[in-house]
């Protein structure tokens, strides 16, 4: 009964603050988002509208968020749930956003118990604690089909942690076969380990080859943003994110990349 409310005050919601088109046609054209159907763009649209109600999108150092960077950031957060429906985001709540790349605090504990405390500097992170954080100059680097896209990355971790630790394996939906994606993975993330370790070239970032959770990230991302790339090198994980995202992007997307020229309204083929 309430889940039965809950769908209702969105719909109601959602009919009377929908994205304006002055904000939305501008992102419409963006490369990463070429072959989708009218229903399909309706439907992220919408998506992107109650992202934007029920995340706090918070800005740090100094940077100022317009509404067309919110609508970008949210589109480019709302994709890979495309198919999922929004509940696939209800247990985390901000976006935390700085204007480049940043320095994070680590805190890891080695095999021996002995806790060691670091920097990093990254462009997205995770957070198992609850945000999302993000470095504005990779969002806007992020949706031109160049196989990098640190929102869907960042998203992806969110997804693996509805069931823990990020650990590559995120709740699958029914009918999908957890030995089969485990082989796909097992198989994907040891070949990439291997060409990190030897030091052969990868069409696939080898951050991938960091860690399980890392390499679903990351070839994440490649399903969106390059998948014929991904397909060639690891089929069987194309199927099986395929089936966990219930999109088939080689479907829709050609092999050309694109950059922008000057704006968002203007684009080339590279």
């Keep these: 009964m309430l889940q039965l409310l809950r769908h209702h005050y969105r719909q109601w919601w ?17 490369p990463i988002l070429r072959g989708l159907d009218e229903g399909e763009m309706k439907r992220l649209r919408e998506l992107a509208a109650w992202f934007l109600r029920t995340k706090t999108i918070t800005p740090v150092a100094g940077i100022e968020l317009s509404d067309p960077m919110r609508v970008i950031l949210a589109m480019q957060a709302c ?58 100059h990779d969002v806007m680097e992020s949706p031109w089909l160049d196989g990098f896209n640190v929102v869907i990355h960042e998203l992806a971790h969110k997804l693996d942690m509805r069931n823990g630790y990020p650990n590559g394996e995120p709740p699958l939906h029914y009918g999908m076969n957890r030995d089969d994606w485990k082989a796909a993975f097992q198989a ?83």
């Design 14 to 30: 959602l009919k009377r603050h929908p994205i304006e088109d002055a904000l939305w046609q501008p992102l419409s054209t963006m």
């Design 79 to 136: 994709l890979p749930i495309l198919n999922l429906g929004f509940d696939a985001y209800d247990d985390w709540h901000e976006v935390i956003i700085y204007p480049s790349q940043f320095i994070s605090q680590t805190r890891e504990r080695d095999l021996s118990g002995l806790v060691h405390e670091g920097e990093q500097i990254l462009a997205g992170q995770a957070r198992s604690d609850g945000p999302v954080l993000l470095s504005w």
């Design 188 to 270: 994907a993330y040891q070949d990439l380990q291997w060409r990190a370790n030897a030091g052969h070239p990868s069409e696939i970032d080898l951050y991938a080859a960091t860690d399980p959770a890392e390499c679903f990230a990351v070839l994440s991302e490649m399903f969106f943003e390059s998948p014929q790339i991904l397909n060639a090198n690891y089929p069987q994980v194309y199927r099986q994110l395929q089936l966990f995202y219930r999109q088939d992007p080689i479907a829709r997307l050609s092999r050309v990349r694109y950059r922008p020229v000057s704006d968002l309204e203007a684009f080339a083929a590279v």
